[in-house]
């Protein structure tokens, strides 16, 4: 398959639509990475989806919308008080929230759930994406299942050049890290992947919010995560990362102390470290992660590709506050590192 990188002109943006009125997968950017879309409801097309990403069969889809109007068919019950605030807060923007679905959403989307995941994003490009198909649209991040998620068109097309017809090159992404994903099916709206709508600004809007246990530690043996995302190696670059949190002086010392015994020890190590911190570490080799947790997120997933390119054997990363978009970040800094923190 030869895949066309295109802008999201008239020319990108007709073929997309056609191509999604035809079961096809098409690459398109939204305001937190990108994303890898087909009909929503169509089984046949999500299939697709899956074989593109390498993705396991049991890891549901969020099913993208254009406007709040195409919601209420894909879902079984009325959205009470608290999700109507929340979509009038938060929508169109990074949150997908959880609802019972209706039987208009193929088995291929919910993987087996009897719930289904809806986001309405920001992005104008995704928004005209999805009207000119005019149907919704089942998107994953464009990674290759187990990679960081894609935050340029770039590396949508280091993924999945060849498996997909075309890719909508709509520039970097804005957030960075995926969408916020709110379980609604309970009493109180329980985040169950944290992103760049944070459970304090839900509780604001909502009245109170829970965030699921397991989003900043690993799972224990046979434990079944209430997001089926959540037990897959995730984010993961190839050289082992260690995450170092405690005092900023004390951190820079132990990580670049760490650095130099790697390389005696005839290794390729590479340190993620914020701005106010990177002087600690004179000429050692330093990418940088930003000045505080949003941009962090900004940063996070293009760094950990990075860090496979320069082909760095270990690596060692300073950390944000988990509070915020700091809890989004090291969530997926900590899946990365499979959760080896060390606290000085
Ligand atoms: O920002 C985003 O959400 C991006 C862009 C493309 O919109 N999409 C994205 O999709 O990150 P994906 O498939 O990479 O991650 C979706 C996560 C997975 O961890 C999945 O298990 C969880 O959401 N999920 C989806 N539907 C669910 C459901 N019905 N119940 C529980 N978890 C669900
Ligand atoms: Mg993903």
């Known amino acids: 398959m030869v895949t066309q990188f295109l802008k999201p002109d008239e020319q990108g943006l007709a073929l997309a639509a056609e191509l999604l009125k035809g079961g096809s997968v098409v690459g398109f950017p939204t305001e937190t990475v990108y994303g890898l879309g087909a009909n929503a409801l169509d089984g046949e097309a999500v299939k697709r989806i899956y074989e593109a990403k390498g993705r396991p069969g049991d890891n549901p889809l969020i099913v993208h919308i254009s406007d709040l109007s195409e919601l209420r068919p894909l879902i079984s019950v009325e959205p009470d008080e608290k999700a109507l605030r929340m979509m009038k807060a938060f929508w169109p923007g990074p949150l997908t929230m959880i609802f019972p679905k209706s039987d208009l959403i193929p088995n291929e989307v919910s993987a087996g759930l009897d719930t289904v995941g809806i986001r309405f994003p920001s992005h104008p490009v995704a928004q005209e994406m999805i009207r000119r198909a005019g149907v919704p649209i089942a998107a994953p991040s464009a990674n ?3 990679r960081p998620s894609p935050t340029t068109a770039r590396h949508v097309l280091e993924d999945m050049d060849g498996r997909v017809p075309l890719i909508l090159d ?8 995926e969408s916020t994903v709110v379980d609604m099916t309970g009493e109180t709206p329980r985040v169950l992947r944290p992103g760049g709508v944070t459970a304090e600004q839900i509780a604001a809007v909502a009245g109170s919010s829970l965030v699921d246990d397991a989003v900043l530690r690993p799972l224990g043996e046979g434990e079944q995560p209430r997001s089926p995302g959540m037990k897959y190696k995730h984010y993961a670059p190839t050289g082992e990362l260690t995450i170092v949190t405690g005092d900023p002086e004390q951190v820079g010392k132990y990580i670049a102390n760490c650095y130099d015994e790697a390389v005696s020890a005839g290794r390729k190590p590479l340190i993620l470290a914020l701005d106010g911190n990177a ?19 900004h940063s996070l997933f293009a760094l950990l590709r990075d860090a496979d390119t320069l082909g760095a054997d270990v690596l060692f990363s300073e950390a ?10 090291m969530n997926r800094l900590g899946r990365a590192a499979a959760f080896r923190i060390v606290e000085v």
């Open 170 to 177: 709509g520039g970097a992404c804005a957030v960075g890290v």
């Open 144 to 146: 290759r299942s187990g």
């Open 279 to 297: 002087a600690i570490y004179g000429d050692r080799n330093v990418r940088l992660l930003g000045k505080d947790a949003a941009e962090m997120a």
């Open 320 to 329: 944000v506050e988990a509070t915020g978009v700091g809890l989004a970040v």
